[in-house]
């Protein structure tokens, strides 16, 4: 099994900064796409950021510019540092990878808890 384990979720000033963490441990052998996705209360899930493994990025258009998403591929974690953030960004935030767990398996995807970011003065 694989698991994912996210932190630095919190509460936050408009204007401000957080950076959350997501890393996986388990039964790895090789780790695809990483990503996040976040949901706001009454409202569907969103798309806010994905990486390959070779680093390439693609991000929603509510957070380009502010949102920067990173991996680090030794330690399998995945980074978001998520800058002058809105109000609007207030949801709970959860991490995904797309993990082979042995040569030649496929890849299954896998899911963090998901953490709570609040954007509030």
């Known amino acids: 099994q694989v698991q994912l384990a996210e932190s630095g979720g919190g509460l936050v000033q408009p204007g401000g900064s957080l950076r959350l963490s997501c890393a996986a441990s388990g039964s790895i052998f090789s780790i695809g796409a990483m990503g996040w996705y976040r949901q706001a209360p009454g409202k569907q899930r969103q798309l806010v950021a994905t990486i390959t493994s070779g680093g390439s990025a693609n991000y929603a258009d509510s957070v380009k510019g502010r949102f920067t998403i990173s991996r680090d591929n030794a330690k399998n974690t995945v980074y978001l540092q998520m800058n002058s953030l809105k109000p609007e960004d207030t949801a709970v935030y959860s991490c995904?990878?797309?993990?082979?767990?042995?040569?030649?398996?496929?890849?299954?995807?896998?899911w963090g808890q998901g953490t709570q970011v609040t954007v509030s003065s």
């Open positions: 995904y990878a797309t993990v082979s767990s042995r040569y030649g398996s496929r890849y299954s995807n896998y």
